[in-house]
Structures are given as structure tokens and as C-alpha cells.
């Protein structure tokens, strides 16, 4: 089995917001970081986005000129799934959040590499044993939960399923030490941990808003000021994606109960088209909407 300091190639699948972000800090790691995604136009925009953060972070000094061209340097990008995991020591799966997909994925993956090869989902909410159903080996794959925007955010979620192996939940911890994140553990359990607390607060929000409690920068204010959060519930939804906040409590009711249900406002402004920040205007409006 390889070893963290021995990961010389990820490989990072989808080059959404999620995607890219993850390739980035692997080649601000040193590592080669090859970014997949079956859309060309898909993967011009995750290196674009790549290039807005590694600017930003040079206007607020947070790495020289010439490191941020490193780590550009080290990232190249793919749409042949074979020929991206060819000689990969990381697989990182950040597709959307369908089942379906991500085991079909993970099948042509695990055909293609080597058995020392770490295998992980980027996924927020689904079952880690779901999407490895259909693994012959099982025992390296985990969920490694990065959160938005990666390059900022310290936290890393190491999921654990049913089968995954001692050894690969420690490499992943590892691993995540070295990408420069803070790891924590959890059982395969709807919503693990983060994605369970942090939905239970935005579609209680959401309600409040429903039902003219206060507005949804007075709410946020709430926890911002109340609880030192540092955004509010209304606004990191917006951020994230208000339809993938109704994909994470549908399946939430569906597995833990009604407590769940998301807000008819959610089901609506989805139906709206008002997504957040990637469409211009959610529960906040946006001058300028990302993917």
C-alpha cells in the first residue's frame, strides 16, 4: 500500500467547483493533480476558477507569484477517464450526487488502476457503502468530504464504511495533514456528520423565512453575531447550491425521517431556478454568478 508521502498522482473527477478546488490543493501539496471531467468546456472553467483563487491568494499575500504558477504547472487536465488514472496513487470522486453515477464511475476506475491505489467520494450525503457496492475491492475506498472552497476551508471529513480498512482511514488522515486540512473520522451514517448539522440548520433557516419570522440577513445575522458563526445558514446556502441543498434533505427524510423534509420555499425557489449564487439570486442576490 502506498504511503502519504509517497503520493506523487491524483487524479481528481469533475471539474466542478468541488472538483477543481480539490486538484488545487493536491498540487499545492506537490503532487501532479490531473483533473477529469467528460466536458472540455467544464474543465476551461475549473482551471479558470483554479487561477481566480491562486490570484486572490497572491493579492492577499497568502503564497508568492511563483508558487501559484507551480501549482498551476502541476495540474493538467483530461476527458479520457482510462488515460487520467493511469499511474494514480489518489482518486478523488467529485461527479453530482447520483448513486448511480458515482458506482459507474468507481466501476470503470477500479478497472483501470492498481490495487495500492486510494479511492475516495467527495460526496456530502450519500451512503459510502452504497457507492461501493459493486467494488471488488471494497477496503481502500472512503469518503474523503472536502468543503467550500477548499483551498480555504481547513476542515476534511474521512468517512469510513463498512468495509474500508484500517490502514486506508489512516492514509487518508494523513493525507489530509498533509493537503493542509484539520481530519475527523466518522461512521458511514446519512449525512455523516457535517452535511446532517449543517442541513438541519439551513432548512430550519428556511422556514423562518417562510413564515416571516425575520429576513434572511436578519437570521444569519442571528448566528453570525449570536453564535460567531462565520456565515449565516441563508447565505452558505446560497453558496452551495440550493438544489443541492433539497438533493441532501430529500435523502435525509428519505433515510432519517421527516424531520428532514425540506421547506416548500426550497422545493419552490429550485423550481424558480433560483439557486444561489451559481444562478444570481437565491436567497441573496448576486452580481456575479458562478458554475
Same mark, same amino acid.
Given at each position: 500500500?502506498?504511503q502519504t508521502e509517497e503520493i506523487n498522482k491524483a487524479v481528481v473527477l469533475g471539474a466542478g467547483t468541488m472538483g477543481h478546488g480539490i486538484a488545487q490543493v493536491c498540487a499545492q501539496a506537490g503532487m501532479e493533480a490531473i483533473l477529469f471531467d467528460v466536458s472540455s468546456e467544464a474543465l476551461a472553467k475549473g482551471l479558470a476558477g483554479v487561477e481566480a483563487m491562486l490570484d486572490k491568494a497572491v493579492s492577499l499575500g497568502k503564497t ?34 447520483? @448513486?448511480? @453515477? ?10 483501470? $488502476? &492498481?490495487?495500492?491505489? @486510494?479511492?475516495?467520494?467527495?460526496? /456530502? ?17 472512503? !469518503? ?8 480555504? +476551508? ?43 448539522? &449543517? ?8 422556514? +423562518?423565512?417562510?413564515?416571516? $419570522? ?8 442571528? +448566528? $453570525? ?21 433539497? !438533493? ?5 427524510? /428519505? ?9 416548500? @420555499?426550497?422545493?419552490? +425557489? ?22
Amino acid at each position: 500500500m502506498v504511503q502519504t508521502e509517497e503520493i506523487n498522482k491524483a487524479v481528481v473527477l469533475g471539474a466542478g467547483t468541488m472538483g477543481h478546488g480539490i486538484a488545487q490543493v493536491c498540487a499545492q501539496a506537490g503532487m501532479e493533480a490531473i483533473l477529469f471531467d467528460v466536458s472540455s468546456e467544464a474543465l476551461a472553467k475549473g482551471l479558470a476558477g483554479v487561477e481566480a483563487m491562486l490570484d486572490k491568494a497572491v493579492s492577499l499575500g497568502k503564497t508568492t507569484r511563483e508558487e501559484a504558477d507551480d501549482t498551476l504547472g502541476r495540474i493538467r487536465t483530461s476527458v479520457d477517464l482510462k488515460d487520467a488514472v493511469k499511474g494514480a496513487d489518489l482518486v478523488v470522486e467529485a461527479v453530482p450526487e447520483k @448513486l448511480e @453515477l458515482k458506482r459507474e464511475v468507481f466501476k470503470q476506475v477500479e478497472a483501470a $488502476v &492498481g490495487h495500492g491505489v @486510494l479511492l475516495a467520494t467527495n460526496t /456530502s450525503s450519500l451512503s459510502i457503502d452504497a457507492i461501493a457496492e459493486d467494488l471488488a475491492h471494497p477496503e481502500r475506498f472512503l !469518503g474523503m468530504h472536502f468543503f467550500n472552497p477548499v483551498p480555504v +476551508m481547513a476542515l476534511l471529513e474521512v468517512v469510513r464504511g463498512e468495509d474500508t480498512g484500517d490502514e486506508w482511514v489512516e492514509l487518508a488522515v494523513a493525507l489530509g495533514g498533509r493537503l493542509g486540512k484539520e481530519p475527523i473520522v466518522v461512521r458511514n451514517s446519512p449525512g455523516f456528520a457535517s452535511s446532517r448539522l &449543517g442541513i438541519a440548520f439551513a432548512l430550519e433557516a428556511i422556514r +423562518m423565512v417562510e413564515e416571516g $419570522v425575520a429576513s434572511p440577513e436578519d437570521i444569519d445575522q442571528a +448566528m $453570525v453575531l449570536g453564535y460567531r458563526h462565520p456565515m449565516g445558514p441563508l447565505r452558505l446556502t446560497d453558496l452551495v447550491g440550493l438544489d443541492v441543498r433539497l !438533493g441532501i434533505a430529500e435523502y435525509l427524510a /428519505s433515510t432519517l425521517g421527516d424531520r428532514f423534509d425540506p421547506p416548500t @420555499l426550497l422545493k419552490r +425557489m429550485v423550481e424558480e431556478g433560483k439557486l444561489g449564487r451559481k444562478s444570481g439570486e437565491g436567497f441573496y442576490r448576486w452580481d456575479s454568478p458562478t458554475g
